[in-house]
């Protein structure tokens, strides 16, 4: 069968869910320039569509993805260095997709995540993965460096001397280890990273859509802002909270003692600050 991004990456409702799910099992699911088509067409999906609040990404067959091919690595040698550059342009389009999704990202983490495929579920909001899952950042063990923005969220996530041991050694880092670090968000039990994942969105879906919207925006780019300028957004986009629907629905549940019902999904904007 030809490799195309609708077949690579299929497309599935639940709920107000979009779920994403990587489909090149006998490649262990590993990325290719479709695929990455297919992610970024889903994400645009996912932001198009007011029904939908926020989006999974797995990948099929209990494993997420070994990340790009090792023919495809094999081929960047030949390639002149503006080529190499355009092509590692395109994945780090597909990583800017996730990161900037305007509505929450959840990896779903099954197996392992290796290379590229760990950098686009790092890219993700939060992320769910089962127990025996691992991310693999190997790329000095073929003398390659890490792409796709791994040492930006290793960067701010950890101390410089962990993000030194992780990518100079190259060794495969399990997921209850970067739960303790604080980067995978859910552990399930084996085979149960999409359940859970689902219940997280779930969750999500329940909430304040618009005021998430927010808060996303509110976060992107906040480390490397001035104390002074995140309070700029803050200002900024509190004022325009206050003047919605959502918070005048909370403010009444609370003073009602009630939950509050933020409806159905609607299409938040998630602006950059």
């Known amino acids: 069968m030809r490799e195309t991004a609708s077949n690579l990456v299929l497309v599935e409702r639940r709920g107000s869910t979009l779920l994403l799910t990587l489909n090149r099992p006998h490649h262990r699911n590993g990325l290719c ?18 029904s939908v609040a926020n ?6 067959e209990g494993f997420f993805s070994a990340g790009e091919d090792i023919e495809q690595l094999g081929a960047y040698a030949a390639l002149s260095a503006a080529q190499r550059i355009s092509q590692i342009e395109a994945l780090h389009d597909t990583i800017r997709a996730v990161r900037t999704c ?3 990202v959840i990896a779903s983490v099954e197996g392992g995540a290796a290379g590229a495929a760990a950098s686009v579920a790092l890219a993700a909001d939060m992320i769910v993965a089962a127990t025996d899952a691992s991310f693999g950042m190997s790329h000095v063990k073929l003398g390659l460096v890490p792409d796709g923005g791994a040492t930006s969220v290793l960067a701010r996530a950890l101390p ?20 303790q670090f604080g980067i995978v968000n859910r552990i399930s039990a084996t085979g149960g990273a999409l359940s859970v994942a689902l219940r997280l969105a779930d969750e999500l879906a329940a909430g304040a859509l618009d005021a998430q919207a ?25 004022a325009q909270a206050f003047g919605g629907a959502e918070a005048a629905e909370g403010i009444a ?10 409806g159905q999904p609607t299409d938040a904007k998630r602006d950059k600050g």
């Open 102 to 104: 305007r509505k929450p």
């Open 55 to 60: 989006v999974v990404i797995q990948g099929a």
């Open 33 to 50: 320039p479709q695929m990455c088509d297919g992610l970024q067409n889903g994400l645009e999906l996912a932001q198009a569509e007011a």
């Open 214 to 238: 927010m808060i996303l925006s509110m976060l992107d780019g906040a480390s490397d802002r001035s104390f002074d300028e995140q309070m700029d957004i803050e200002r900024q986009h509190l």
């Open 253 to 262: 549940a609370c003073n009602a003692g009630r939950k509050p019902d933020f």
């Open 160 to 179: 410089p001397q962990k993000v030194a041991e992780i990518l100079l050694l190259g060794e495969p880092v399990s997921a209850l280890r970067l739960a």
